[in-house]
């Protein structure tokens, strides 16, 4: 353990740390990994409602385990990375059902549960146990890299076995869990990613970054993210009170949430209702129906790609014609099903 550096901090979380966050000081293995789960790319200023409504919906893992997927889709509806919602269902079924309701209590089989990463393992094991494992997050990366001056990309395997070295030997031992809340906060408040606060901070006189003019620079990470720009155009199909409807099922983005009739093509197409009309029965068969709106252009930022696209309102004269995959939903039905960001965002500009 670096002694100053983690009697610092410490001392400043003890006296200076306002950061409130429901899940701090909880000890229930089911509440921390929930947030964990949450907060997986997510900030914790969006994952606070969310904590709270799966609580207040699901007070034990068994509760969630019992739900039906479509409930805990609709409770996640907004957050993205659905990868998570999936495993958030099937861990609970497997500790609920296989284990009894009874959560691992060792690092070794908390990091089996699906889902769940050294991240993810560290801050359960160490919260809810006590276990010495030091957590390795984006706060703590930068935490770390810029007290001790490191220019090693965080994302190569040279720093993260550099990384998680440093990070269990400034681990407080004694109580691991308040040292790894206490440096993510750190991380979070003071050291931040712009505009850290170096005026307040008690670790300044030793911190490398600030003596060698560096923060700005650190931490370095190797890798930039490529993206792939996809084209979504989603035809809002109005029959009679009804909208045709489908799962996604594929596995791709969204799997299991909801959408619209989707054409997806390889470039942007010309905002003109010939051509959305073409596109459009190429996919599903002859249409007769008036295009009666068409929305905007409108993006979304995923981790890997872009999505582009737009809205396309057809009020139908007739029932499709082919077995197209998608089915009719009554308006009301909408309200319980559960549907990606991107179409959630336009439906709450644009009701239907």
Known sequence: ??????????????SS????????????PYKIWLSEII?????????????????????????MALAKDE??????????????????IATARYIAFERKGIF?????????????????????????????????????????????GIS????????????????????????????????????????????????????????????????????????SISRKTRYFYYFILHWKGHYYIRQRMDSDIWKHLHEWVLVETPEALEEDKSVLNHQLEKMVGRVKGNI????RQITQQLTHQSIIGRFIRVDLECPLETDSGYQLFSKDALDKIAFPRFITRHMESDPL
Not at 71 to 88: H, M, P, Q, S, V
Not at 104 to 130: N, Q, R, W
Not at 292 to 295: L, R, V
Request: proline fraction near 7%; hydrophobic fraction near 35%.
């Open 1 to 14: 353990m670096d002694q100053p550096f983690t009697d610092k901090l410490l001392h400043w979380n003890a």
């Open 17 to 28: 740390n306002k950061r409130e966050m429901p899940w701090k000081g909880e000890k229930d």
């Open 39 to 63: 907060l997986q790319q997510t900030r914790v200023e969006q994952g606070l409602s969310y904590f709270h409504r799966f609580i207040d919906t699901f007070p034990t893992i068994t509760d």
């Open 71 to 88: 409930e805990i889709f609709k409770l996640w509806e907004g957050l993205g990375y659905y990868t998570r919602a999936r495993n958030l």
């Open 104 to 148: 691992p209590d060792s690092y070794e089989e908390i990091l089996k549960l699906k889902g769940v990463g050294p991240y993810t393992a560290s801050a359960i094991a160490s919260f809810a146990f006590g276990l010495p494992f030091a957590v390795l997050d984006g706060n703590v990366f930068r935490v770390i890299s810029r007290y001790f």
């Open 152 to 223: 090693t990309p965080t994302d190569g395997p040279e720093g993260k076995k550099l990384y998680a070295k440093l990070a269990s030997a400034l681990l407080h031992f004694e109580d691991p869990g308040t040292y790894n809340q206490a440096i993510m906060d750190f991380g979070a408040t003071i050291c931040k990613p712009t505009q850290p606060r170096c005026d307040i901070c008690p670790q300044q006189p030793d911190c490398q970054a600030f003596l060698n003019k560096m923060v700005g620079e650190l931490p370095i990470r190797a890798k």
């Open 292 to 295: 009666t709106g068409i929305s």
